[in-house]
């Protein structure tokens, strides 16, 4: 009979090893795994983090804390607020046209917060504000003219 294949037969005595999958990141820190692994005997990788479950301040905190000072050290950290005679300048000029903070604000464009933290001197100025407030108050509120007119208002708001 025939043979099929036309050169020697050989036999391959090498040995095939057949590797089983990786297993996934996810199954490697599940729980049931590790300990499995651990009761196997079998190595298991643990990484410490670092400053992990202690109420420390991280070194990204303190560096930032850091250049927080440096940048108080080399510019204002405040701004500028109203002053007390452009406070008392609005306030006097509002009441003696009989118009309420709202009213004010409605007739400027802005909200009646803004008026409120005008007079209480919590606002920082802002000059296009300021120049609508002088425009329906008929009163300076810019420049140095302003602190003789509030002065003067002061005084003549004291003797009354």
């Known amino acids: 009979m025939p043979s099929r294949y036309p050169g020697a037969i050989s036999q391959d005595w090498e040995p095939v090893v057949l590797h089983k999958s990786k297993p996934k990141q996810q199954d490697l820190r599940n729980p049931k795994a590790v300990n499995q692994a651990l009761r196997a005997g079998a190595e298991v990788l643990t990484i410490k983090k670092?400053?992990?479950?202690s109420n420390k301040k991280s070194s990204a905190t303190a560096l930032a804390t850091a250049v927080k000072k440096l940048d108080e050290v080399t510019e204002p950290a405040g701004?500028?607020?109203?002053?007390?005679?452009?406070r008392q300048a609005i306030q006097k000029a509002r009441i003696e046209k009989k118009m309420s903070q709202?009213?004010?604000?409605?007739?400027?464009?802005?909200?009646p917060q803004v008026v409120q933290e005008y007079e209480n001197g919590k606002a920082v100025p802002n000059q296009a504000v300021l120049a609508k407030m002088e425009r329906v108050l008929g009163v300076k509120l810019r420049g140095k003219i302003c602190v003789a007119i509030a002065s003067h208002f002061y005084s003549t708001f004291l003797n009354s």
């Open 102 to 111: 709202a009213e004010l604000a409605k007739r400027i464009n802005e909200r």
């Open 50 to 53: 670092f400053d992990a479950g």
């Open 79 to 86: 701004f500028e607020h109203v002053s007390v005679e452009v």
